[in-house]
C-alpha cells in the first residue's frame, strides 16, 4: 500500500471521502489505492466504489478516464485496491479519484489525487555516477576522518515551455539538492540508508513549479557522508562495510507542452569541489562548518564555477535501483530550551529539557574567524559538565565559523545527535536563550496514538516512549542515537515493533526494514543481528534475526496485506533450515544462542554500580522455544500463501521440538532455572500442558511477588512476553504493579531518575558508562503493546487481520481509574476511553466507517449492561457495533 498525505475534499450527504494515497516517484507499476470514509451518519459502510484513473486531471472530469474506469465495483474494500488499469509508462503522472456508495447514499467524487510512476529499469536513466573517488590533500582518511561535503553544479537551459519536470537523484550517502538557489523539498538526511551493495534507494521531485521556462536554469547537489563513507568507523574494518567516497546520479526529465522531452543528467561536464564550508561530516562525530569558504550563488545560474574542479565519472554503487516508498527523515518538532547557564571560561550548558534527537540551530554574531562549538550529551555529571563517556568515541561536536560581522541561522545538515544538553563554547557574545532552537528529526511519519490513563507514571513512560522511539527511526530503525554505535539491531524491534504499530503510521518503514533484512541473507541462508549490515554480525542465534519473522507477522495481522509474509517466505525458511541443520542436536534442542536475555537487571543497585551490563548468557532454552514458536508463525504463513503442503513438515518439527524442550527443560512445574523469562516463553508460546499451566505460572507469580518483591527482573527477551502473559493468566494487576513501579527496576525508575526516554539498562543510572545509551527502546518489550491492546483493549481481529473487524476488549484492571486511547487506523479513528466512578465504569467507544467492532463485554460486569443508555440483553458478553460513537455504562 502507498500512501501519502490526505488531500482533503468536499463531499454530498455528509460523506466525505479522503485519499490516503498520493505519493510521488513509486516504481510499483500496480499501486494499491486507499481512501477514507467519513460521515456523521451512524453504522455506514461502503457498498461500492468507483475509481478513476486518467493521464490529466481534466480526464477525470469529465469521466473519460483514459487509464482506468473500475465502474461501480460492488465490493467494502476501501483499502489496497488494486489499480487494474492500462500499464504505466515510466515517468508518468497520474491522477484519480474515487466515488464511494454506502448504505446510507453516496459520496460525491472526492478531491483529486495522484501518483507518478518513477524509472523501472536501469535502462531509464540517463547520464552517469559523479563523484571524486579520493580525499583533497586537507582531508585525512586515517582512523577518524574528516571527509568535506562534496558539491556539484551545473547550469543547463530549459528551452520551451515547460509541461511538467521531474527530478530522480540517487546521492549516496547523504545529499540536499538546490535548483535555481532554492533547496528541493523539505526532507533531511535523505535517503533512506540502505546497504549500496544490494540496493540503493532514489528519490522522486516534482520540479514543474522550480524550473524557469526558457531561460537558463542551475542545480546544485550536496553530498554528505551517511552510511557511504563510513571509514570513520574504521578501526575495525573486519567489522564494519565502507562503500566508498559519496557519489550522485541525477536525472532531470523535462516534458515540455509541445509534446518533446528533454533530460538533464550528471556528466562530467559538470563542475564539483569538495573545497566548500562543510569540512567535515558524520552522524558520529558532527560536522564542522567554515562560512570563510561559502560560496554564494553556487547553485544559482551565472556563478563562476572556473576554479572548481571537473566532475569525475565513478563506479556505480552496484545495488539495485528503486524507488524509496518509505518517508525521508524531516525536522519533525521543534524544541524550545529550558535553561542556559554558564559554566565557566566561554562555556554555556543549554538543557533542552528533553533528551531528544536532532540537532541546534543556533543564531550567532561576531567577528570574522570566530568559532563555536556544540557538544552534545545525554546528561550531566554532578560537577556540571557534560556527560561524555556513554557516548564512547563519538566526538558529537558541531563547529561552526563566522566569516563576518553579520548575524547569521545556522544548523548542521549531515549529522544528526542524541543529546538534552549542549555545551556551547567560543560564542561571540554572551549567549540568550533565544539563539538557540532544537530540531527533532525523524521519519516524515504520522503520530497515531494517544494514550492516557489516571496514573501519571504511565503516562509519563508512555511519553518517553514516544520520544525514543520517533528518535530512533532513521530511514530504519536503530537501536540508539547518541553514541559510535547508531545501529539497526534486529533484537531490539521484535515485539515493540507491534507496540510502536499504535503509535506511528510506521508500515512503510518497517516494509522497508524487511527488504534490508531478506537482502542482508547470506547465500547460505545466514540472517544477521544487524540490518542493513553495516556491521557485519552474523552469530547465529534465534533472537535476534527471528525479528525479521516478527515483524512480517505483525504488519500481517495488523494490515491484512500477505505480500509482507509472500516476499519473505522463502528466505525465513531457509534461514530455519539453515539454524536447525547447523545448531538442533538430536534432541532437537537448539544448542545456539548469542545474547540470552540480554540485559536483565542485576540483583540490586548496588550489585549493579560500576558493573558492565555486556554480559551475554546464552540460553538454548530461549533458542528452542524461539524455534518452536517459529514453527507455529511458517504454519500460519504458509496457510495464508496456500502453501498447505509445507504446513505438515512445520508441524512435524513443531512436535519434536516440543518434546525436546519438555525433556531437557521442564522440571517439576517450572522450566530451565525457573527464571522468570524461562518460565514466560513457554506459557507465552503455549508450550505447556493444559495440566501445569497453572503451576508454572505461579512460579512466574511467586518469583514477582516473593523474590523480586512486586518487580520484574526480565531482560530484553523476557520482557516482551511479560505484560501480557501476566493479564492472560488473570494477573493484569501485577502487570500494572510492575508498569507503575518507580522503585528498581523499572520504568518508573528511569523517570525517578530523572529519564525522559526509555534507557538501555534497568540501572542505567549506576552501570559502567560504555554501554549504558539514555535513548534506547528496547526495554519497553511489549509494554506499549499491553497498553493499547489490554488497557485500552484495541486489538486487530483475531479472525481476520487488520481493522475491518476489530476487537475492544479493555482490562478494566483495578488500581486505574480511567484510561483513554484513540488509534488512527487507516479506516478512521478507533477510540476506546473509560472510567470508573466507585463500582460503575463508562466506557466510550468510537467505531470508524466501514469496520465493525467486536465488543467483549468484561466478566466483572455481571450487573447490568447500558449501551447508549438501553440495557443489553442480559448475558449478552458479546456485540457487534458497526461505525459511531457509543457508551457503555456497567
Ligand atoms: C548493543 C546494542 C543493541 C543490542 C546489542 C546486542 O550494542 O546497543 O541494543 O541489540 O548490543
Known amino acids: 500500500m502507498v500512501m501519502g498525505h490526505p488531500e482533503g475534499d468536499v463531499a454530498v450527504e455528509g460523506l466525505k471521502v479522503e485519499m490516503l494515497t498520493n505519493p510521488s516517484g513509486i516504481d510499483v507499476r500496480f499501486p494499491k489505492l486507499s481512501w477514507q470514509i467519513s460521515t456523521d451518519q451512524k453504522a455506514t459502510y461502503q457498498e461500492a466504489y468507483q475509481v478513476l484513473v486518467a493521464s490529466s486531471p481534466e480526464l477525470l472530469n469529465t469521466e473519460e478516464a483514459d487509464l482506468w474506469n473500475s465502474g461501480k465495483v460492488a465490493s467494502d474494500e476501501c483499502l489496497n485496491v488494486r489499480y487494474a488499469g492500462e500499464e504505466l509508462e515510466k515517468d508518468t503522472k497520474v491522477y484519480w479519484r474515487v466515488k464511494v456508495w454506502t448504505n446510507h447514499g453516496s459520496s460525491a467524487w472526492s478531491a483529486t489525487a495522484h501518483w507518478s510512476f518513477g524509472l523501472p529499469y536501469y535502462k531509464d536513466w540517463r547520464g552517469r555516477w559523479i563523484g571524486f573517488d579520493r580525499a583533497f590533500p586537507w582531508e585525512d582518511i586515517s582512523t577518524f576522518p574528516t571527509l568535506g561535503a562534496r558539491y556539484f553544479r551545473n547550469e543547463f537551459e530549459v528551452k520551451k515551455q515547460i509541461k511538467r519536470a521531474t527530478v530522480y537523484l540517487m546521492g549516496l550517502g547523504l545529499y540536499e539538492l538546490h535548483l535555481n538557489g532554492q533547496k528541493v523539498g523539505d526532507a533531511v538526511l535523505a535517503p533512506s540508508p540502505t546497504d549500496y551493495t544490494q540496493n540503493v534507494k532514489y528519490n522522486t521531485y516534482d520540479v514543474t513549479e522550480m524550473l524557469r521556462g526558457e531561460a537558463e536554469n542551475a542545480v546544485g547537489i550536496m553530498l554528505g557522508n551517511g552510511r557511504y563513507f563510513t571509514m570513520r568507523q574504521n578501526y575495525k574494518p573486519y567489522k564494519i562495510k565502507n562503500f566508498g567516497f559519496p557519489k550522485v546520479l541525477f536525472n532531470l526529465i523535462i516534458h515540455y507542452a509541445d509534446g518533446s522531452k528533454e533530460v538533464v543528467s550528471t556528466s562530467d561536464e559538470w563542475k564539483g569541489t569538495a573545497d566548500g564550508p562543510i569540512r567535515n561530516n558524520n552522524e558520529y562525530d558532527g560536522e564542522y562548518y567554515d562560512a570563510n569558504k561559502e560560496f554564494p550563488g553556487w547553485d544559482s545560474v551565472g556563478f563562476d564555477d572556473s576554479s572548481w574542479l571537473q566532475a569525475e565519472y565513478v563506479q556505480e554503487p552496484r545495488g539495485d535501483y528503486e524507488a524509496q516508498m518509505n518517508e525521508n527523515m524531516k525536522v519533525m518538532r521543534e524544541v524550545v530550551p529550558i535553561s542556559l547557564e554558564a559554566i565557566g571560561g566561554d562555556r554555556y550548558i543549554l538543557d533542552m529539557g528533553q533528551n531528544m534527537?536532532?540537532?541546534?540551530?543556533?543564531?550567532?554574531?561576531?567577528?570574522?574567524?570566530?568559532?563555536?562549538?556544540?557538544?552534545?550529551?545525554?546528561?550531566?555529571?554532578?560537577?556540571g559538565e557534560l556527560f561524555m563517556t556513554n557516548l564512547r568515541d563519538a566526538k558529537v561536536t558541531d563547529t561552526y565559523i563566522l566569516k563576518d560581522d553579520q548575524e547569521v541561522t545556522w544548523e548542521p545538515r549531515f549529522t544528526y545527535h542524541g543529546f538534552r544538553f549542549v555545551e556551547i563554547s567560543g560564542y561571540p557574545r554572551e549567549p540568550k536563550i533565544e539563539d538557540f532552537l532544537g530540531k527533532m528529526v525523524y521519519d516524515d511519519i504520522r503520530t497515531l496514538g494517544q494514550f492516557e490513563t489516571s496514573d501519571p507514571v504511565l503516562n509519563q513512560i508512555y511519553q518517553n516512549a514516544w520520544w525514543g522511539i520517533a528518535g530512533n527511526y532513521k530511514g530504519m530503525p536503530v537501536d540508539c542515537p547518541q553514541r559510535n554505535e547508531r545501529q539497526p539491531w534486529l533484537g531490539d524491534r521484535a515485539v515493540g515493533a507491534h507496540g510502536e504499530f499504535y503509535m506511528f503510521d510506521n508500515v512503510r518503514l518497517y516494509k522497508k526494514w524487511l527488504e534490508d533484512i531478506r537482502l542482508a541473507q547470506k547465500a547460505d541462508g545466514a540472517l544477521p543481528d544487524v540490518a542493513p549490515a553495516y556491521w557485519r554480525y552474523y552469530s547465529d542465534n534465534m533472537t535476534w534475526p527471528g525479528t525479521y519473522l516478527m515483524i512480517a507477522d505483525m504488519l500481517y495481522q495488523q494490515t491484512g496485506d500477505t505480500s509482507v509474509i509472500r516476499e519473505n517466505y522463502a528466505a525465513m525458511k531457509k534461514w530455519l533450515v539453515y539454524m536447525a541443520d547447523r545448531y538442533m542436536n538430536d534432541e532437537f534442542i537448539v544448542t545456539k544462542d548469542s545474547y540470552g536475555d540480554w540485559v536483565v537487571p542485576p540483583p540490586s543497585i548496588e550489585a549493579g554500580t560500576g558493573q558492565n551490563a555486556d554480559v551475554k548468557r546464552p540460553s538454548a532454552l530461549i533458542s528452542t522455544a524461539y524455534y518452536y514458536h517459529f514453527m507455529e508463525m511458517m504454519s500460519d504463513f504458509a496457510r495464508v500463501l496456500g502453501k498447505q503442503r509445507d504446513i505438515p513438515e512445520y508441524q512435524a518439527l513443531k512436535e519434536r521440538v516440543h518434546e525436546g524442550f519438555q525433556q531437557a527443560f521442564y522440571q517439576d512445574g517450572f522450566y530451565g532455572e525457573n527464571k522468570m523469562t524461562d518460565n514466560l516463553l513457554p506459557l507465552a508460546f503455549g508450550m505447556v500442558p493444559e495440566d501445569d499451566r497453572q503451576q508454572v505460572f505461579d512460579q512466574v507469580v511467586e518469583t514477582i511477588q516473593v523474590k523480586n518483591n512486586g518487580h520484574l527482573s526480565t531482560g530484553l527477551i523476557g520482557t516482551q512476553w511479560l505484560m501480557r502473559t501476566l493479564s492472560d493468566f488473570g494477573r493484569a494487576d501485577l502487570a500494572l504493579k510492575i508498569a507503575t513501579n518507580t522503585t528498581f527496576p523499572s520504568w518508573g525508575y528511569m523517570i525517578e531518575n530523572g529519564a525522559t526516554t526509555i534507557w538501555e539498562?534497568?540501572?542505567?543510572?549506576?552501570?559502567?558508562?560504555?554501554?549504558?545509551?539514555?535513548?534506547?527502546?528496547?526495554?519497553?518489550?511489549?509494554?506499549?503493546?499491553?497498553f493499547y491492546e489490554y488497557l485500552a483493549g484495541i486489538k486487530a481481529g483475531a479472525d481476520?487481520?487488520?481493522?475491518?473487524?476489530f476487537e475492544l476488549q479493555p482490562v478494566f484492571v483495578e488500581g486505574l481509574d480511567s484510561v483513554k486511547a484513540s488509534f488512527d487506523?487507516?479506516?478512521?479513528?478507533?477510540?476506546?476511553?473509560?472510567?470508573?466512578?466507585?463500582?460503575?465504569?463508562?466506557?466510550?467507544?468510537?467505531?470508524?466507517?466501514?469496520?465493525?467492532?467486536?465488543v467483549k463485554m468484561p466478566i466483572a460486569a455481571t450487573g447490568e449492561i447500558l449501551l447508549n443508555g438501553e440495557v443489553l440483553r442480559s448475558g449478552e458478553m458479546e456485540v457487534r457495533l458497526s461505525s459511531g460513537e457509543y457508551e457503555l455504562v456497567f
Open 357 to 383: 534527537v536532532g540537532w541546534l540551530q543556533m543564531t550567532a554574531q561576531g567577528e570574522k574567524g570566530d568559532t563555536v562549538k556544540l557538544k552534545f550529551a545525554e546528561s550531566l555529571q554532578e560537577d
Open 825 to 854: 487506523s487507516p479506516y478512521g479513528t478507533i477510540g476506546s476511553h473509560w472510567e470508573r466512578m466507585g463500582e460503575q465504569i463508562t466506557w466510550k467507544i468510537k467505531v470508524p466507517v466501514n469496520t465493525t467492532a467486536i
Open 761 to 786: 539498562l534497568w540501572h542505567g543510572n549506576v552501570a559502567k558508562p560504555t554501554m549504558n545509551s539514555q535513548n534506547h527502546t528496547m526495554l519497553l518489550g511489549d509494554l506499549t503493546v499491553w
Open 800 to 805: 481476520s487481520p487488520g481493522f475491518k473487524v
